[in-house]
């Protein structure tokens, strides 16, 4: 890829329209600038402020979704997947998740998931020959709060459900632990709906197929 080639997003604004449906309230297209120093395929972008419309939501919380860093605009939608054990003073960050749906969806990598147990410090419930639940600590993800309502700031949602598929393997050693084996390593969790109805903030995905030789980004 060259120096002259740029990357850009085209980015949404979701909302709850008038009628209880959720609609897209504008969009507007990000061009991901690289910083000098940085190489033309693998970089990290410089932060503008942006504004994704000239006419906010009524909604506070989908307002302040509608302007801010590059940066926070990108981490609204890819964000970390965080496991937390009750009274611990630290979260421990094991992977990543994409939002791709306004209601509270995220996909994120089965073996994310499944990172309590594999670590041991979560405890896996079986009920009826699956996987039902992580005692001990819990997963969600952590959503930055725009530095113009709360600087610095995290929300830390909670997954309410995840679904992942695999068949589960017991063992027959007694120092080695039962264990989901992956069909694919894909989960899909859903984040509970927000207080003040505002929506989540996923990014597009593309529906063009891929050419061959074409550079694909992440």
């Known amino acids: 890829m060259g120096d002259s080639t740029e990357i850009g997003i085209l980015k949404p604004l979701w909302t709850r329209r008038q009628d209880g449906r959720w609609g897209v309230h504008d969009v507007k297209g990000i061009t991901l600038k690289r910083k000098p120093e940085h190489d033309a395929d693998f970089f990290a972008f410089d932060s503008d402020l942006e504004m994704l419309t000239s006419m906010p939501p009524t909604n506070l919380g989908d307002m302040f979704a509608s302007f801010g860093s590059t940066d926070f605009l990108i981490k ?126 996923p990014l597009n995905l593309s529906l063009a197929p891929f050419v061959r030789g074409e550079t694909a980004c992440a």
């Open 76 to 201: 609204q939608s890819i964000v970390p997947v965080v496991a937390w054990i009750q009274d611990s003073p630290v979260l421990r960050c094991v992977g990543t998740a994409f939002v791709v749906s306004c209601s509270g969806y995220v996909v994120t990598a089965s073996h994310v998931v499944l990172d309590p147990q594999d670590s041991g410090y979560g405890k896996v419930m079986e009920w009826n020959g699956n996987i039902k639940t992580v005692e001990g600590a819990a997963l969600g993800v952590l959503i930055p709060t725009n530095p113009a309502r709360l600087p610095d700031g995290f929300e830390f949602r909670p997954f309410q459900e995840a679904w992942y598929w695999g068949e589960w393997k017991k063992s027959p050693l007694i120092h080695e632990a039962d264990r989901l084996a992956s069909l694919i390593d894909i989960a899909v969790c859903k984040l509970p709906e927000r207080a003040d109805g505002s929506a989540y903030q």
